[in-house]
């Protein structure tokens, strides 16, 4: 499925306002995506993928709107993001 930038922005945005725990979890997201563009539980997957938006566009999306600062994650995932950060950069 092809949807321009703003429509999926204002989806996001949305779907995070409902359910804030989306800003943390992109399976969970995409998840919500889907059946908001009508994931078909009678098709295959196949067909469902070329009707949906792509995984990555949602996350990248998800990713925009945290940079912008319009989406905040949990403190408890910005903490684990920087021990992660810090944990990879002792080894560069």
Do not use: H
């Amino acid at each position: 499925m092809k949807i321009n930038s703003d429509d999926m922005r204002n989806k996001i945005l949305k779907i995070v306002a409902r359910e804030p725990k989306c800003a943390d979890d992109d399976k969970l997201l995409i998840a919500l995506i889907w059946e908001i563009e009508g994931w078909d539980y009678m098709l295959s997957i196949y067909q469902n993928l070329c009707r949906v938006s792509s995984p990555e566009t949602i996350r990248r999306t998800r990713q925009k709107l945290v940079a912008e600062g319009k989406i905040k994650p949990s403190e408890k995932a910005i903490e684990e993001r920087y021990k992660n950060f810090k944990e990879i950069r002792r080894y560069i």
